[in-house]
């Protein structure tokens, strides 16, 4: 199977530091994966975090390299699960998971060793992806009190605003992209909404 360049993290202790792409992976944007973390920059340090359809891994090595204690990755496609465990093998074999599952039908494999919930979740579903309801609905049980589920989202797809307890807390628009932030319940965010709007560099 063919391999796409690499993408780089971009800070944090591994600054510059180059993660392969399998062929089956559409990875999530550098100028995309800053602005995620900028809007998560006092919250990452010391978080499980939880990276869905996973990919390359990026965002998830993304937020390790920010200071999460932990992140779990999950992707559905063997190739990119060999791949990714190559990679948290040579760089944090202690503070990672790489899961292969189907999502969302088989969510409750992503639970989190031990404690079973996340601080922080990212999903980026393939483009074809269509049970976002569900996918938001399985993530309830698995966010932890007062964390933040991050969801990438073509803009042509409107999301639920409430599902089993997760609330929407607004979106950010980035080309034909969009981030839809979610928290357990009203009030359950450290920072304010995000409202939509688009942003332009």
């Not at 869905?52 to 390790?64: D, I, T, Y």
């Not at 202690?94 to 999903?123: C, N, W």
């Not at 409430?162 to 807390?169: A, D, I, K, R, W």
């Not at 034909?176 to 709007?197: D, L, Y």
Request: glycine share 10%; proline share 5%.
């Amino acid at each position: 199977m063919t391999r796409r360049s690499g993408v780089r993290i971009s800070g944090g202790r591994f600054r510059g530091r180059s993660v392969p792409v399998p062929g089956t992976a559409r990875p999530t944007s550098a100028r995309l994966r800053e602005a995620l973390f900028d809007i998560w920059r006092d919250r990452v340090l010391g978080v499980r975090f939880l990276d869905l359809f996973a990919g390359s891994g990026a965002v998830g090595l993304e937020a390790l390299s920010r200071g999460a204690s932990f992140v779990v990755f999950v992707e559905n496609d063997r190739d990119a699960v060999r791949r990714l465990q190559a990679v948290c093998a040579e760089l944090a074999p202690d503070s990672t998971s790489v899961l292969q599952a189907d999502l969302p039908a088989q969510m409750s494999r992503a639970r989190h060793p031990g404690e079973g919930r996340y601080d922080l979740i990212f999903a980026d579903p393939p483009y074809a992806f269509a049970e976002y309801g569900e996918l938001v609905a399985s993530l309830g049980e698995l966010l932890a009190e007062g964390g933040e589920l991050a969801i990438e989202h073509s803009v042509r797809r409107e999301l639920p605003n409430s599902v089993e307890g997760l609330v929407c807390q607004g979106s950010r628009n980035y080309g034909e992209n969009q981030i839809t932030f979610f928290a357990a319940g009203p009030g359950m965010t450290s920072r304010e909404p995000v409202t939509n709007q688009q942003l332009r560099k």
